[in-house]
């Protein structure tokens, strides 16, 4: 449910919920410490502690879906359930609100995935757009045995290679191939980027996610049609982009005075802030 969909009462308690407040003071934290990436070892540092936060949110989460379940059914609490932050543990909707505020954490965090993607990429818009033509891979969690092989083949690549390898579900719009390898810098200064979309399995057949993967990949390099529409093309219009960063900056100082802001942005679109 998006935030202007939400009763008011529903809204502020999610607002206000202890959990959302310690994750907006991580995020000033998070956007402090990207700043100050630049070469691999800071990125690969970097994404560590967000890989951490984002599974620490993924499990939470998984918890009260649990606790959930079982309370719809009528069942008991079980023994090993959450500390509820809030309210009352025998209440089904406090488990709910706690349940949205994490997914609502989760998609915070996504978010600095977003900007690590960003500046790894040298800003380059390309990689996102020809990258994000895909459906959301859903949370990211331990449980799934494809996650657990892409972090292991991130943190080879930095053992093995000095490589950083960008883990594209700690993302919003990376959503086609798995991890994003940097290599090292050549002399001439030119930097070779490798998307991989990883195999638990080596001998299952070309998937469609494979597929995909190729296109990103040609639609970079070959200027070949992007994923999703064959018509669909990378064209150089010359108009440069802007981010309306002062229509952000005051939509945040409003947030901060009366706890929600949404303000109009050029170009038929709204943006929505809260502290």
Known sequence: MMLTDMPPDRLDALVKHPFHRETGERLVSFISDLRQCHGPEDFVAFQERLLVATLAASEARAQRSRVIKRLRRGARLPADAPELAVGDPYDIEDWRLESDVLER??????????????RAFGYDRRYILALRRNESP????????????????????????????????LTNCL?????????????????????????TNPRRRESAQLIRTRMAADALHTNGPLSGHEKAHFFATGVPYKAHLDTLRDAFAFAHQDGLKTMRVPGQRGLGASP
């Open 175 to 199: 959503r086609i191939g798995d991890v994003t390898v940097f290599d090292n810098p050549r002399e001439d200064g030119e930097q070779e980027i490798l998307l991989h979309e990883l195999k």
């Open 138 to 169: 859903g949370p990211m969690t331990l449980s799934k045995e494809g996650t657990v092989h892409e972090i292991q083949f991130a943190q080879e690549q930095w053992s093995e290679h000095r490589r950083f390898a960008m883990l594209h579900d």
């Open 105 to 118: 954490v989760g998609r915070q965090l996504r978010s600095i995935g977003d900007a690590m993607a960003w």
